[in-house]
């Protein structure tokens, strides 16, 4: 079955960086546009990056372009976020989420990794 | 950039209740519209997709319609397990998609 786990998150402080993984397993990894999707504490869900299946096109919300950098190996099945210059406006559960073919249509989720970046 | 509208944002009922959910699009996404439920501590799941078709797995007491800015879920008669928040979301271009703020569905 499916299976998408994430790590990498923790505390950070504001203006540092993190990165976050997401390994896929269950299915054919290089056929899929990928997301982040994240959620802070007690908020509603915003969609943060896609990338499409041969990882040639990538889209970012307008709230962390230019700061976070969304990529994947499709060799290793696994899906990054490259987050830097962080603000405390970041801190969320971040969730690696398999888009339907190359649609920003999330079919499956991994659990999250939080991320709390401190002031 | 478009934007997602829910209503109500809570909604108190009972089980064997029949329940609807709006959500309005801030312009025409055609039927690019999808429905997820999340439960506390939980990762969202995929309940309806192309604004009416119901995701493999989920039970036929959850509907979907509308096209266009007009959509719909309605839940036919509330389980138990229906209780958590639903957000629907927009899938009308391939850069980015675009979720309602979401609406708890409480125990009354």
């Known amino acids: 079955q499916v299976q998408l786990v994430e790590s990498g998150g923790g505390v950070v402080q504001s203006g540092r960086s993190l990165r976050l993984s997401c390994a896929a397993s269950?299915?054919?990894?290089?056929?899929?546009?990928m997301n982040w999707v994240r959620q802070a504490p007690g908020k509603g869900l915003e969609w943060v990056a896609v990338?499409?299946?041969?990882?040639?096109?990538?889209y970012y919300a307008d709230s962390v372009k230019g700061r976070f950098t969304i990529s994947r190996d499709n060799s290793k099945n696994t899906l990054h976020l490259q987050m830097n210059s962080l603000r405390v406006e970041d801190t969320a559960v971040y969730y690696c989420?398999?888009?339907?073919?190359?649609?920003?249509?999330?079919?499956?989720w991994g659990q999250g990794t939080p991320v709390i970046v401190s002031s | 950039d478009i934007q997602m509208t829910q209503s109500p944002s809570t909604l108190s009922a009972s089980v064997g209740d029949r329940v609807t959910i709006t959500c309005r699009a801030s312009?025409?996404?055609?039927?690019?519209l999808a429905w997820y439920q999340q439960k506390p501590g939980k990762a969202p799941k995929l309940l309806i997709y192309?604004?009416?078709t119901l995701e493999s797995g989920v039970p036929s007491g959850f509907s979907g319609s509308g096209s266009g800015t007009e959509f719909t879920l309605t839940i036919s008669s509330l389980q138990p397990d229906d209780f958590a928040t639903y957000y629907c979301?927009?899938?009308?271009?391939?850069?980015?998609?675009?979720f309602g703020q979401g609406t708890k569905l409480e125990i009354k």
């Open positions: 269950g299915f054919r990894f290089s056929s899929h546009g």
């Open positions: 979301q927009q899938y009308n271009s391939y850069s980015g998609g675009t």
């Open positions: 990338i499409w299946f041969d990882g040639r096109n990538k």
């Open positions: 312009q025409s996404i055609g039927n690019w």
């Open positions: 192309e604004a009416s």
């Open positions: 989420a398999r888009g339907r073919k190359q649609l920003v249509l999330f079919d499956s």
